[in-house]
Each structure stands twice: as C-alpha cells, then as structure tokens.
C-alpha cells in the first residue's frame, strides 16, 4: 500500500480519493472547501496542499484548470514532495501548462486527465490518458487501475492532455453531426428509430449515436430520455473544445470542423444551455438553426 497526497476534492476528485481509501492507501486529502475534505472519510485532513504532499510515495491533484494547476505545484506542493515522488496531475488543462508546470516542477511528473465523468469516477471505471517518463507511469499504474478500468501511456509530458483534447473534440463533432442527422431526418419524414436501426448498424455509427443517442427513445439510458440532465455538461464540453482549438492555435494547425463545435457549442453555452448534457445541442439549437 502506498501513501498518497490528493489535492482537489470536488465532483471528480473526491470519489477518486474515496476510491483509493477503499483499496487500502494511506491517503492525506486537502481541499480549499473544508466541506469537500469531509466528503472523504478514511483519509487524512491536512492543512494545505504542500501538506497532503509531504511524505507521500504518489500526488495526485484534480483541480478545475491550469492557473489552479499551476498555483498549487508551484506554489509548494512540488517543493513540499520527497524527491522521488511521482507527481499525477488528472485535471483536463492546456498541453503548455502541463508542460511548463512538470518541467519546473524538477520531479517525475506525469499528466494523466480522465475520461468518464462522475459517474465512472465514483464506480472506478475512469479511464486515464498519460503523458511523462514511462517508469513513473508504470510505477503508478496499479493505483490509477484502483480509480479506472484503463490508464494508457500516450507519450511524453502533455501527451495525455493532447489525447484529452482530440478525443473530445472528436466527440463534440460527432455529435453534432448526429443531432444534425436526427433533424434532417425529421424533415424528411424518417422516424428516430429507423434512422437508429440503419446508422446503428452501418457506417454512421458511434459513440454519440449507440450509446448517447441525442433523441429520446432508441437508446432508453441515454440523457436525452431525462429532458438533457448530464451525464457530459456542455460547458464542460466548451471548456475542452476551447482546449483543443488553443493548442491548434499554438501548434499552427486550422481546424474547419473543431472550430465550428467550439462556434456551435459557445451559442449553445451562452444561451443557456450549459447545464445541459452536451447531447442537448440538439434540443433547440439546431433545431432552431434548421428553422430559420
Ligand atoms: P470541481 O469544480 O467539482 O472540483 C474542483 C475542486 O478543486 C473544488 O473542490 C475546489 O475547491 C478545489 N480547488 C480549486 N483550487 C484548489 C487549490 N489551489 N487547492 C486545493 N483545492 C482546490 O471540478 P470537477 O468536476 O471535479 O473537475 C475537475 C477536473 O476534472 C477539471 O479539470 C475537469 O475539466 C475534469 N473533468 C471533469 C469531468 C466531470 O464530468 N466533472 C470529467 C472529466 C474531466
């Protein structure tokens, strides 16, 4: 069993720190919210993150972006860890942050976000993207394991936050253009299900079809059946799409269809539709946008 520091104990973080109490680590938590320290019984209260920190063989932080990222390793979470720590940042932040903050660090640094919500976070079915020297990944892999049903070795620093941002920008346009499809559909007489049974079964298929189908119905778990409750919040989705688009940006890259996600998400987000599951894009959106 090892000791674990972990820093950041909100919607993610505390069912992931809960999950390592459970398995049997000595886990010293520290959280601003003093509310969200108490959300994790079995583990030690420390005072600070640098306290969480010191000591312990693994740190991880979950935090909601890269000033906070930066502020608590910086701030001396980092100086505060053993030398041969392995530092584990899960939050979804930009590729430079993660970057800069593991480089001034001056400690085995790995950037490992996640996918599969507060749902897979609770159950310990996460799945975690990781970028940073391949010993300490292998070093920590049984304990990301504890928290997830996967943890993959992308590449070097940054590598994870990269996969991050193609996977979900990806599934942003996904499922777009399968609300896109349902609407058409509409207009054309051809019913949600059988457009289901088809694309289901041929090449329009995928995860945003089969699995969060964006009308109610044909796929009875997906948000869609509860009036759009998440599941994927779409400002959660706006903040990664708003990710991908910046390290493009930096890299030089044009992206035609990720910048209009992120275009068709922001007016989404902005007309009140954050809450929602992203899915909901199709609810009014583009439905709107059909019926001009
Ligand atoms: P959250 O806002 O619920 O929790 C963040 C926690 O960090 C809060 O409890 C806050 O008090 C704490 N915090 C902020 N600054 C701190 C500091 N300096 N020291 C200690 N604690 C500090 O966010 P969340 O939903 O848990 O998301 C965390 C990260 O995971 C984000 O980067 C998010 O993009 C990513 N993520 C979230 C989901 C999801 O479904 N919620 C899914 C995948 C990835």
Redesign the pocket.
Known sequence: MARIGF????????PMARNLVKAGHQVAV????PA?IAAVPGAEAAE??AAAATGADIVF?????GA??R??WL?GMAAASRPDAVLVD????DVATARAVAAACGRAFLDA?????????EAGT?TFMVGGPAAAFASVEPVLRQMGRAAIHCGEVGAGQAA?ACNNMMLAATMIVTAEAFVLAERLGLSHQALFDVASQSSGQSWSLTTYCPVPGPVPGSPANRDYV????AD?ML??LGLAVGAAQAAGVRLEVGEKALDLYRRFVEEGGGGKDFSGIINKMLRDLAHP
Do not use: Q, R, Y
Not at 30 to 33: E, N, Q, R, T, W
Not at 61 to 65: K, Q, S
Not at 90 to 93: F, M, N
């Open positions: 820093v950041g104990l909100g919607n993610m973080g505390a520290f959280d601003l919210s969200a600070s993150g932080t979950m935090l909601p972006a906070h990222v502020e608590a701030g899960c939050s979804t932040i976000p996640v996918s599969g919500g507060v749902m897979g976070a996460l991050k998440p599941g994927f919040a959660l903040k990664d």
